[in-house]
C-alpha cells in the first residue's frame, strides 16, 4: 500500500532545503522536542549500538530517503543515518519488488538512471546547507573493511557521504567531523546472565537490523554483531562491502568480512567449518555472540518458533528429541541457506537460543545444540 504522507512546513522540507535535513544536519537541534518526537528512545536497550527508525517519512535534500535512522548509544543519539537509495530495497528478495512485467535488465538501467539523479541532489543539497567541497575518507583500511566515504564539514557538525554505483546512497550526519573520522563508537560489554528463575544464560539484547524483503541475512546478522562492538555500519554498507551490486552478491563472501570486522572492533573472530556447542557455551560465557551459517527449512522453522513462543508465554513444551527419525527430516545442503546470531543456552535441555535479522518477534527462538550442529556448514566464534 502506497501512502501519501503529510509535509509539515518548518519540520518537514518545504520550499527550500531549511526543514527536515536542517533538523538532522543541524545538531543543535538534537535536544530539542521535535528531535525527540523523530527519534524516540528505545523500547529495550540493546547491546551497543541500538538503531531507531524514524517515526515517520521525510525528503532529506529534497528526496524521500529509503530509510532513516539514529544511532542510539548510552540513551544518547550519536549519529543519523539516511539510507538514499539502495539497490536491496529497489529490487527485492529475487527482484520482486521490481513492477510486473519489468525485467532485471530494465530494472537496472532504471536503478542507474535514479542513482545518478539522487546522487546530484545529495551533492546539491549539502552545497546548500554550508557544506565544504568535500574529501575522499578512506574508513577501516588497517582492518581490510575498506570502506569508501566523502567527509563534509557543515556549519554544526559534519556529514558522510558512501557512494557504490549500482548499490548504495547513504548519507551519514555526526556531531562532530571527529565521530564521522571513524567507523567504532567506544561501548561496555556486558556478561551473558540467567533469567530470573530460569537454568539458561543470554546475552544482552542483540541489536536489531532488520533484513526486509532483501537478500541481506548474512549482511544483516554482520551489522547486528558489530552493532555489540560499536561498529556503525549497518546492513547497506556491508552489502555494498560484500560486493554486491543490483543487491545481489556477486563478488566475495560474506564470511570473509567477519573477520575484518571483528579486527576493527578490537576483537577475534575464529572461523569453523562447523557449530560446536562445547565452543559456543564458553563464547557465551564470556559475553561473546557465536555466528552459525546453516542449512534452512520451513517446516523446521515453523517447529522451532511455535516451541520458542510457548515457552515466552511460561507454557510447557518440549522440542522433539534428537532421535533417528527426527533427524531425517532436517535440512542437509538444501537450497535455502540462513545465517543467525546465537545468544544464549540452556544447557539442561541442550537448546541453543538464537536470534534471526527477522525483526523483534524473531528474537530468542530455540532449537537443539544437536541440530544446529547437524544443520551448520560454518560458523564464527568471537572472543576478546
Same mark, same amino acid.
Given at each position: 500500500m502506497n501512502l501519501r504522507w503529510p509535509v509539515l512546513c518548518g519540520l518537514l522540507l518545504c520550499a527550500n532545503v531549511r526543514g527536515?535535513?536542517?533538523?538532522? !544536519?543541524?545538531?543543535?537541534?538534537?535536544?530539542?522536542?521535535? #528531535?525527540?518526537?523523530? #527519534? $524516540?528512545? $528505545?523500547?529495550?536497550?540493546?547491546?551497543?549500538i541500538s538503531r531507531v527508525a524514524a517515526t515517520r517519512r521525510m525528503e532529506v535534500l529534497?528526496?524521500?530517503? &529509503?530509510a532513516v535512522n539514529a544511532r542510539v548509544v548510552n540513551d544518547g543519539v550519536h549519529s543519523i543515518s539516511?539510507?538514499? #537509495?539502495?539497490?536491496?530495497?529497489?529490487?527485492?528478495?529475487?527482484?520482486?519488488?521490481? $513492477?510486473?512485467?519489468?525485467s532485471f535488465e530494465e530494472g537496472k538501467l532504471r536503478f542507474d538512471k535514479e542513482f545518478s539523479e539522487r546522487q546530484e541532489a545529495v551533492l546539491a543539497g549539502l552545497k546548500k546547507l554550508g557544506a565544504d567541497s568535500g574529501a575522499e575518507l578512506l574508513l577501516g583500511k588497517r582492518s581490510g573493511l575498506n570502506l569508501k566515504t566523502q567527509l563534509f564539514k557543515l556549519p554544526q557538525g559534519a556529514a558522510r557521504l558512501i557512494s557504490y554505483e549500482h548499490q548504495l546512497l547513504l548519507l551519514d550526519f555526526f556531531r562532530t567531523e571527529a565521530d564521522a573520522r571513524t567507523l567504532l563508537i567506544p561501548v561496555s560489554s556486558t556478561p551473558a546472565k540467567a533469567p530470573a528463575?530460569?537454568?539458561e544464560r543470554r546475552l544482552p539484547v542483540v541489536p536489531m537490523v532488520p533484513q526486509g524483503n532483501r537478500g541481506y541475512c548474512g549482511?544483516?546478522?554482520?551489522? &547486528?554483531?558489530?552493532? &555489540?562492538f560499536g561498529l556503525q555500519p549497518g546492513a547497506e554498507?556491508?552489502?555494498?562491502?560484500?560486493?554486491?551490486?543490483?543487491?545481489?552478491?556477486?563478488?566475495s563472501d560474506i564470511r570473509e568480512l567477519f573477520g575484518n570486522m571483528a579486527q576493527e572492533a578490537g576483537v577475534k573472530a575464529q572461523r569453523s567449518p562447523k557449530f560446536d556447542a562445547a565452543k559456543m557455551k564458553q563464547s557465551i560465557d564470556q559475553g561473546m555472540p557465536v555466528v552459525v551459517f546453516r542449512y534452512w527449512a520451513e517446516e523446521r522453522d515453523y517447529i522451532h518458533s511455535a516451541y520458542s513462543a510457548r515457552i515466552a508465554r511460561g507454557e510447557k513444551a518440549e522440542l522433539p528429541p534428537a532421535s533417528m527419525d527426527d533427524r531425517k527430516t532436517w535440512p542437509k545442503k538444501s537450497p535455502f541457506t540462513h545465517s543467525s546470531i546465537v545468544n544464549?543456552?540452556? !544447557?539442561?535441555?541442550?537448546?541453543?537460543? #538464537?536470534?534471526?535479522?527477522?525483526?523483534?518477534?524473531?528474537?530468542?527462538?530455540r532449537m537443539r545444540v544437536e541440530e &544446529?550442529?547437524?544443520t551448520s556448514y560454518y560458523a564464527v566464534y568471537f572472543s576478546k
Open positions: 527536515e535535513e536542517d533538523l538532522l !544536519a543541524n545538531t543543535t537541534h538534537w535536544q530539542g522536542a521535535e #528531535f525527540a518526537s523523530l #527519534f $524516540p528512545a $528505545p523500547a529495550v536497550e540493546a547491546a551497543g529534497g528526496i524521500q530517503p &529509503m539516511a539510507v538514499i #537509495f539502495d539497490a536491496g530495497s529497489f529490487f527485492g528478495f529475487n527482484n520482486t519488488n521490481l $513492477p510486473k512485467g519489468e528463575g530460569s537454568t549482511v544483516a546478522t554482520l551489522a &547486528m554483531v558489530g552493532s &555489540m554498507e556491508y552489502a555494498a562491502l560484500s560486493g554486491f551490486q543490483y543487491g545481489i552478491e556477486i563478488k544464549g543456552y540452556r !544447557a539442561d535441555k541442550r537448546e541453543a537460543i #538464537f536470534t534471526e535479522s527477522w525483526g523483534e518477534q524473531a528474537r530468542n527462538r &544446529m550442529e547437524g
